[in-house]
């Protein structure tokens, strides 16, 4: 018998160490934007629920309904932007992001809770900078 599935604690403690990023939780007012099928420009405001360097979970102040992989705009309302927790690529304006994961659905609505996004960036920008010590020794 697989554990995985006669042990269901042993199932999420797995998924919970398949994350990318470290997680924090973070709530700060954004807006996501995006082009919806027919072009026409939408956004909505969201509040972020937690956040790493390289995704996000968000969820929606209306009901709406973006699709699974649609690229979105992402950014933190300026009032947010000091917060010490906010991972640097977040305090300096927009990101590129992709919908990986659709939240459970709201009952009252039909539309998702909340949104997981991944942070398209460039992993230059997360990694640190080489020291100069390091550069110079090779």
Known sequence: MIESVANPQSAKAERRQTRIGDRRKVR???????????????????????????????????????????????????????????PAVLQHGRVLSAVYRVGPYRQSTGTPQGYALRLLIDPARIAPAPSRARVAAV
């Open 28 to 86: 700060v007012p954004g807006r996501l934007t995006w082009r919806d099928a027919k072009g026409a420009l939408r956004f909505v405001s969201v509040v972020t629920r937690d956040v790493s360097e390289v995704d996000a979970f968000v969820e929606c102040q209306v009901p709406t309904s973006i699709p699974l992989y649609r690229l979105v705009h992402f950014q933190v309302e300026r009032s947010g932007r000091d917060c010490p927790e906010l």
